[in-house]
Structure formats: structure tokens, C-alpha cells
């Protein structure tokens, strides 16, 4: 693969000038679909009786296949939110300054990417590295408040496709393809959680919630995809994510896009999409809801970390003022902050600190 070039592509993705077309959109769900229905038993079992694949993304490092499983960096991103230059400054940002951000030796770069001036993208490439996002692709937050306001003042009087929700829809669709893109590009290196914003439908039920923030963003999500690219479109999104697995754990980290509202063994979390209220625990628990101890029973049943290595759960959806909040006795690790594009750098030979671990990807 030329690096350059997809790199190149995905700087297209991160300008987002015009809305996609609707080849384009149903090109890249087809292929990143195809990925998630087909990802192997070695790190994503399938939910028992089913050939479903389950909730749960394995990378504890027993058993598994080279490059599929097993230890390696891990870059866990928060809440993307309609940011498509987000995934471009993580794909393009230099090994060499990761390492040094952390704290590492120069020679800590070279092992990952090998080539003086790897990036993230050569890494993947390479098997060396591994990507995971907690979800919320669509939806701008604050950013773009006065723009939904602008927006819903249109959606009120009938305009469904406004020239305010052009522009959020840019992004937004932008984003999209961008992860979609990086999914069928890296299949066992790139993941994306499902987050409560993957509900395209707008729905009420199996665990999803209509959204609403600053507007009726869910549903003027829902009513602009309809008119201006159909229901394939729609359907072929949604089918998407419903596809995405809910959480993800190796050896000394466990994600999901929100902190898990209660207790759930390996086999819950695989079979999780089936049952509404663990979609819901994974991906809508607000602050102080959780029961206490959850985190603590899931990293003690799920991860095995090297002797003299703690595990941590990290995790988006609730927004904290600076990069990080601790929660669960320091155990949950908050870490989307939507004024910023940071990252964790969860590294499998060290406890993850979020006072050093947490860096930015522009």
C-alpha cells in the first residue's frame, strides 16, 4: 500500500469541501460491513447460537494469530463527533513524537514503524500498532451549536436540507467514511465502538435512545439522510452500526464508549448486542450512575496484565474541562475532552497514566 496516497485521501476526508456521494457512502459501508461480519473468532467470538459476531473485541495476548491479537500499542480515541480531521491527524502524526511524548527512548519509534519518520498509518500497516475509537461518529457538539440552531430554525419551518445542515452533514458524512474507510483498509487493527450516537434510525429501542442536545440532531440527521440520499443509504448506515462491537479489552486495558453501568462477565459482553440493557450500559451511562465496583469486577474477570502492571478501563461520552477524569477509585478513565483531539497511548509494558499517556494528536 502507498501510505502517501491513502494518507492523502483521508486529508480529503478531514477538508470534507462537498457532500459524499451516495455511491461513495454505500461503496464504503458495503466494504467496512463485509470486515465486521466477517471479523475472525481469534479476537471477536461470535454470540453463542448465532453467527452474530459478538460485542466483545479480545486482544488479550493468549492464543490468536500474529498482528491480530496479542500486545501491542494501543490508541484509544474519544468521541469524534463529526470531526473527520481528527482520524487524519491520528494517521499522520509521527511515531517519533508519540514516543517522545511518553517518554520512550528514540528506539521506541523505530520499533513500531521502522522507517525514520513512520507514522501512525505506516505502524498500521505493519501490524505494529492498534486503533481503537469508543464511537459517536455524527453529531457536532458545541462547536457547532449556533449552527444547529440555525439548523432547527430551518427544520421548523419544513427545510429539512438547509444550508446549515449541508455543512453539518459534511462533516459529519466526512467522518463516516473516514472510519469506515480505515476499517476495511486495516481490518484487525482499526476498530471503531459503538457509541449512543450510532443511531441513525433515531430510535427507541434495543438499547438506543433519540438524541437531542443543542437541536433534535437525531432526527434531522434521520430526515436529511432520507431526503437527500434515500432509504438505501440510511439503511446501509444503520446496518453498519449495528454491526460495531461494544467494548474492547487486552491485557491491561479494558474500552467502551461509556463507563459500564454494572458488572458484566466475558459472556454477557459478547452476547451484548442482543440484550438491550447492556447496549444501553455500554454506551448512555451518565456520570455517578454506574454501581460501584463495576470497573473493578471487569478488569479483574477480563484483563491479565504482567506482573507489577495494573489495568485500566478508559472511556468518552461524558466530556471532562481538561484532558482527563478519574472515576471508580481511578480505575475509569474519562478522556474526551471536544475542544481538544487527544488520545491515550495505552502501551502493554506499563500501568496507563493519564497525566503522561494522554497526548494530542494536532
Known sequence: ??????????????????????????????????????????????????????????FRSVGGTEGATGALPTIIVPDIHARPDFIYNILNLGLKKIAALLGFSKGSAAEWGGAKGAKVIDALEE??????????????????????????????????????????????????????????????????????????????????????????????????????????????????????????????????????????????????PLDPQKVYGLTWTANDEARAGSVAKILKALCKPRKGIEARAIGGHRPVPENYLERQGGLYVQIHNPKLQNIAVVMPDKTFDPNSDIIAAR
Open 127 to 272: 501490524n505494529k500498532i492498534r486503533v481503537i475509537c469508543v464511537g459517536d461518529i455524527l453529531h457536532a457538539e458545541g462547536r457547532a451549536r449556533e449552527r444547529w440552531e440555525k439548523a432547527y430554525a430551518a427544520f421548523e419551518g419544513g427545510v429539512y436540507d438547509s444550508a446549515f445542515m449541508r455543512e453539518e452533514m459534511r462533516e459529519g458524512f466526512a467522518a463516516l467514511l473516514a472510519v469506515m474507510t480505515a476499517k476495511f483498509l486495516w481490518p484487525e487493527n482499526f476498530h471503531c465502538l459503538k457509541g449512543n450516537h450510532e443511531n441513525i434510525a433515531n430510535e427507541r429501542g434495543d438499547g438506543n435512545f433519540p438524541f437531542r442536545k443543542f437541536a433534535y440532531e437525531g432526527r434531522m440527521v434521520l430526515e436529511f439522510t432520507r431526503l437527500v440520499y434515500g432509504e438505501e443509504v440510511l439503511n446501509a448506515i444503520y446496518d453498519f452500526e449495528k454491526a460495531l462491537p461494544l467494548c474492547a479489552c487486552s491485557d491491561n486495558f479494558f474500552a467502551s464508549h461509556a463507563e459500564p453501568l454494572d458488572f458484566y462477565s466475558w459472556d454477557d459482553l459478547v452476547s451484548a
Open 1 to 58: 500500500m502507498n501510505t502517501e496516497k491513502v494518507l492523502q485521501e483521508f486529508n480529503v476526508f478531514s477538508k470534507c469541501e462537498r457532500l459524499p456521494s451516495k455511491k461513495k457512502i454505500l461503496d464504503a459501508a458495503k466494504k467496512a460491513l463485509f470486515v465486521l461480519a466477517t471479523e475472525p473468532d481469534s479476537y471477536r467470538e461470535r454470540i453463542p447460537g448465532t453467527d452474530i459476531p459478538g460485542g466483545l473485541l479480545d
